[in-house]
């Protein structure tokens, strides 16, 4: 305690609100703090932070003082662009006259900071502003004010950016969610969002984010990763592309499963494109990500209760969204992620004629992936025997495509495995193509990098199905094997 830092942390919020007049002039600036990487006091292998890029302490007191200051309504500028020369004109008249009135004269270097920093929060996205803009960091990760994150070509790093305390981050934080009409509070503590150019966003604050403003932010990619992207980034092998767009025309019900970030979503994507144009469409999401390049789609988002309503008024969730679906005609049903009790829905539509539908789910492996689909199911609160759940799951699903995250930063197909049938209470699998690197030795696939997609010489069960869609398939793709279920 007693930090400038904390200090602010702990100043009573009447002096944020005060008028500008008020705002204390300094004597003479304090001198900037160089960038010092935070050391740790144990041994020589423990972690290092970056040295962290803080706002001096006098520029950070004014730019929270000024920054409600400067615009007419808080959500003045939600639209306005840091790019745009005449919205910067604005706000640094605006500053100036400010700075006039309070009778402050600050030394360029500082009034410069100020400038930027008041920019980056009015009409970018404050510390993380460089972040969101350079299109090479594909995820953001704010933990609380003083620890973010991001992803640069498949590689987590600490940053050298902060937030000037939680106030701080809250501000971008309030900024995101307002453009959608949500809600972020002590009332709405947890929330989903979008930014202005489709980036993911997750929120979560105090007091279930110990850390205080947490946000999770998903990039939109520049560029839709293709089939031919993806083949060539080493993620899976044109055999198994051609394959897998056999099984989408033929309509065999598939699951993506994959750990968080593993590229489920994306391959999802890749995969949907291979529907044909004259399908009907209907895609289910939290936060709208897939980009369906066909044009009979019809695009669904949850919607969050009205902001204030206690009764959640508004509110539509995935479930309320596949049941719905139904009565849209649809000939294929993609859901972004199966994450709770619509997993008994979309069994059912995948039963009963809406076959050749999509989803995801949260498994590690294709075993793991049934187990939660199970999990899922139980969720929808019907008291289904879990015999009669599998029978469902082995019905529903033809095919598990297993998606990871591989210790080289790298994001790969590893398993692609069709649901055979069941065994007594059991649903059988077997496994189509594994991942192997040359000195892997378990049976499973490996979850190094620098293998290959292989086939395990057991050729599909589907073969007759895919032949009537009109893709024959030679055994060579396979490993030469014996039609699944023959051996
Ligand atoms: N095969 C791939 N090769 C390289 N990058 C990929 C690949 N698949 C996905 N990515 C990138 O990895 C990141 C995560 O991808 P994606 O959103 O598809 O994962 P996810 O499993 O759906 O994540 P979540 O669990 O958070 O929903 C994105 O930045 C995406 O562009
Ligand atoms: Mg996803």
């Keep these: ?11 009573p919020a009447e002096e944020a609100r005060r008028p500008l007049a008020e705002v204390r002039p300094l004597e003479a600036p304090p001198p900037a703090p160089a960038p010092v990487a935070e050391k740790p006091t144990d041994d020589t292998h423990a972690y290092i932070p ?3 890029r803080r706002t001096t302490p006098r520029v950070a007191d004014l730019r929270r003082q000024l920054r409600p200051k400067l615009l007419a309504a808080p959500n003045e500028a939600d639209e306005w662009r840091r790019d745009n020369a005449e919205h910067q004109k604005i706000i640094v008249d605006r500053l100036n006259v400010f700075l006039q009135r309070a009778n402050l004269q600050l030394p360029k270097p500082e009034f410069d900071e100020l400038r930027e920093a008041l920019l980056d929060d009015i009409l970018g996205w404050g510390a993380i502003d460089p972040l969101v803009r350079d299109r090479s960091y594909s995820e953001i990760m704010v933990n609380g004010p003083e ?41 709405q503590p947890m929330t989903d969002a979008r930014l202005p150019d489709g980036s993911r966003v997750h929120l979560i604050r ?3 984010a110990l850390q205080g403003t947490t946000m999770t932010i998903r990039k939109f990619p520049d560029k839709v990763l293709t089939v031919q ?5 080493g993620s899976f092998t044109q055999d198994v592309a051609d394959f897998l767009q056999a099984c989408i025309v033929a309509r065999l019900n598939i ?50 209760p009205i902001p204030g309503s206690k009764d959640g008024t508004g509110q539509l ?76 799951i082995a019905s529903a699903v033809q095919l598990i495509v297993q998606q990871a995250r591989l210790k080289d930063g790298s994001r790969k197909i590893i398993q692609v495995t069709e649901i055979q049938g069941m065994e007594g209470d ?14 892997h030795k378990g049976a499973g696939p490996s979850h190094v990098g620098g293998g290959t997609l292989q086939p395990t010489g057991y050729r599909t069960k589907f073969g007759e199905r895919l032949e009537q869609a009109g893709f024959k398939l030679s055994g060579k793709m396979f490993g030469g094997g014996v039609p699944n279920g023959a051996k």
């Design 1 to 11: 305690m007693g930090s400038p830092l904390s200090r602010r942390l702990n100043k």
């Design 317 to 392: 969730v995935i479930r309320d969204l596949v049941k719905g679906s139904l009565r849209m005609r649809p000939d294929r049903i993609v859901i972004g992620e199966c994450r709770g009790g619509e997993a008994l829905d979309m069994l059912q539509a995948m039963n009963t004629g809406h076959d050749g539908s999509l989803t995801t789910v949260h498994a590690n492996s294709p075993r793991d992936a049934i187990a939660r689909l199970e999990t899922l199911v139980l969720m929808a609160g019907m008291d289904l025997p879990i015999g009669v759940v599998r029978r469902q």
């Design 147 to 187: 620890i973010i994150f991001a992803e640069k070509k498949g590689k987590l790093i600490e940053t050298e950016y902060v937030f000037d305390d939680d106030d701080h981050a809250d501000w971008i934080a309030q900024k995101i969610v307002r453009r959608m009409m949500r809600s972020f509070s002590r009332e």
């Design 206 to 208: 105090k007091p279930s």
């Design 255 to 304: 699951v993506v499963a994959g750990g968080t970030g593993s590229g489920k979503t994306t391959l999802l994507n890749v995969l949907s494109s291979f529907i044909p144009d004259d399908e009907r469409i209907v895609t289910i999401e939290d936060a709208a990500e897939l980009q369906l390049t066909q044009r009979h789609v019809v695009r669904l988002e949850t919607a969050p």
């Design 229 to 233: 992207d993806l083949i060539r980034f």
């Design 50 to 52: 970056p040295p962290k």
């Design 426 to 439: 059991s649903i059988t699998m077997q496994d189509l193509f594994v991942y192997k690197t040359p000195d």
